[in-house]
């Protein structure tokens, strides 16, 4: 697999804040990347210097075996690029807001390449509408298919479901992996860890650093623990006993808690006995794989 993107010992500063620091990794053709954090890890910093938007402090961002800092316009004419805020013209109907960017890209004969955007993206029943007056999942297809319409080799994504209903995430996503099919290769951000575990590879990125880089299976493997899920009596008293008597790395998901452990059926009856001598009792529990959200909370702990 060729690599169309390369980043190494990236860093990115503003003022005293270091955004990103140091980073190095590279993502082969036809891949789908994620890089996934929490607001505030540097996804959309890393992104916006892959894009030629950010200059980087130290080190060295290619695209397309091309350097970003010496080729900058001719590496933005093959990539497409959805940012956070995507800037639509809502007086304009969808038909002319795709036109707007095929004409900024200089793409002459347009109009078969939005035919098929449109009825890729399910569009083409509302291209006379202005776009002021589309949903919110609506918006960013037709923001996808102004990206598109160019025919890009890379596609940056900056957190694109973030505010976007259940259903329409789940038809952007259809829209992506129909995307793959094209060997266009996307690189994407999200704070999402269920979406992540759709990309073929993941960097899991916490204050500025990143802290590991594989696929969703090797990363959740990597920590060599099992999830001992727990319903019981006053979750949170049960959080605070096991962490303080036995150490444990436990996690709260709304009336559960989640321990991880390297040998689960040892360490549940530790569990439970701890908790019967204060007097609460366990409803229900069960021994899980590690979930990317298990693992990427027990790295960023380790990490502090």
Known sequence: MSTLIEISSFSKSYGEVKAVNNISLSVGKGEMFGLVGPDGAGKTTTIRSLCGLLKPDNGKLSLLDLEISKNKKDIQNQIGYLSQKFSLYEDLSIDENIEFFAEIHNVKNFKKRRNELLTFTRLIDFRDRQAGRLSGGMKQKLALACS???????LFLDEPTTGVDPVSRR????????????????????????EAERCNRVALMNKGEIIAVDTPNNIKESIGKKVIEIVCDNVRLASKLIK?????DVQLFGDRLNTIVENPEKEFEIIKNLLQQNNLQIQDHRINIPSLE????????NQN
């Open 148 to 154: 598109l319409i160019h025919k890009p080799k890379i």
């Open 171 to 194: 038809d952007f996503w259809k829209i992506l992996s129909n995307l793959l099919k094209e060997e266009i290769t996307i690189f994407m951000t999200t704070p999402y860890l269920d």
């Open 244 to 248: 303080e008597n036995l150490g444990y």
């Open 294 to 301: 298990n693992v990427f909370i027990h790295l960023v702990q």
